[in-house]
């Protein structure tokens, strides 16, 4: 049985940000291997567990639903090297207001330990004072010499915050890249419980690479996989100051469905069904335009995929200290593994749109 809290300290623990995912896919490779029949990869990088059905269909044809959920994270890029220390690029919206002060590592020729430098307020203007200061003024100090620094360091190298999963109360926890690895938990969830479960469809978990990037894994996954639906999985603002209240989500209030033209209707209607059949709370989203999310991009590719979102709330996005609670990461899966069982072989007869016969 797979140890929620210790599989998310991995994931979370892990760096990997946009474009550089390899060390979570090798562990995620290793977690799934018992979970799923084989793996895939496409050339982007992202990586699809298969799971082959467990009882067959009347017609024998194999229908395919798509998980996914990113892999990556945000982080820093090497830009410039000054007198030992090191100017950045952002890599995904890094939030300049939180940086000042981070422990991180640079991941060099070696990795190395490093703090967001700041000059003392007592040397600043006060109309200085009051600015947060921009990427460009960012240095990233490891305590080496210029020379040392140069040996060790190269333009374009990775920075990533260095901090390790803090357990809260209340079966919460902090990190930093929970954004998006509380939901690469929950497939994990899911196909753990799937292994003790029938189905008929073909189950493709795919982590994909270069979310923050611009949906990009989702782009080259989907038109791999060819799914006949998919669940993208994504985090959402939990409720907290600051955050108006018809944004944010209480946090072990269970996961959201996502609604609006991003989405198909009647695969949304079949995850309520799913939802209030196995008595798991399914909050709804609003949302007019583009989610922002891995089911932009999924949608439109071939010709169509019906999708659905479903997003785990969190606090403190996009920062080293994202805040979620275990119980909607467990929530959340335990959705995925039932919709997934009772998916049927009429299934997409159930969700297809009434189209006029052709004249």
Request: proline share 6%; charged share 25%.
């Amino acid at each position: 049985m797979l140890d929620l809290k210790a599989h998310l300290k991995q994931l979370v623990e892990t760096h990997a940000p946009s474009g550089h995912e390899a060390p979570i896919r090798a562990l995620l490779r290793d977690t799934w291997r018992d979970r799923v029949d084989t793996f895939e990869q496409d050339k982007l990088g992202s990586l699809i567990g298969i799971k082959h059905p467990t009882r067959t269909t009347p017609d024998q044809t194999i229908r395919r639903i798509m998980l996914s959920a990113h892999m990556d994270e945000i982080g820093l890029m090497v830009r410039e090297i000054v007198d030992g220390f090191l100017y950045v690029h952002r890599i995904g919206g890094v939030d300049a207001r939180v940086m000042l002060a981070q422990p991180v590592l640079v991941h060099g020729k070696r990795p190395l330990p490093g703090i967001v430098a700041s000059v003392p307020p007592h040397l600043l203007s006060h109309e200085t004072r009051q600015k947060y200061p921009t990427f460009n003024e960012f240095v990233i100090d490891v305590g080496l010499s210029d020379a040392e620094v140069r040996e060790l360091v190269s333009i374009g190298d990775l920075i990533t915050p260095d901090v390790s999963l803090l357990e809260l109360q209340g079966r919460k926890v902090a990190a930093k890249a929970l954004d998006d690895r509380a939901c690469v938990a929950a497939v994990s969830v899911c196909l753990d419980l799937l292994h003790g479960m029938q189905h008929a469809w073909e189950v493709c978990a795919a982590a994909t690479v270069q979310e923050e990037t611009g949906l990009l894994g989702a782009k080259t996954a989907t038109y791999f996989l060819k799914p006949d639906i998919a669940i993208a999985l994504d985090v959402n603002f939990g409720k907290q100051p600051g955050v108006d209240s018809d944004m944010g989500y209480e946090l072990g209030g269970g996961p959201i469905l996502g609604l609006g033209p991003n989405f198909h209707l009647k695969l949304n209607e079949q995850l309520r069904k799913t939802a209030k059949y196995h008595e798991i709370k399914l909050n709804e989203e609003p949302l007019p335009g583009n989610s922002g999310t891995d089911a932009w991009a999924i949608q439109v590719s071939q010709s169509g995929i019906p999708t659905a979102l479903l997003s785990i709330p969190i606090r403190n996005m996009h920062s080293p200290v994202e805040t979620v609670d275990l119980r909607d990461i467990e929530r959340t899966g335990r959705l995925l593994a039932h919709f997934i069982a009772d998916l049927d072989a009429d299934f997409l007869q159930t969700i297809a749109y009434n189209r006029p016969e052709r004249s």
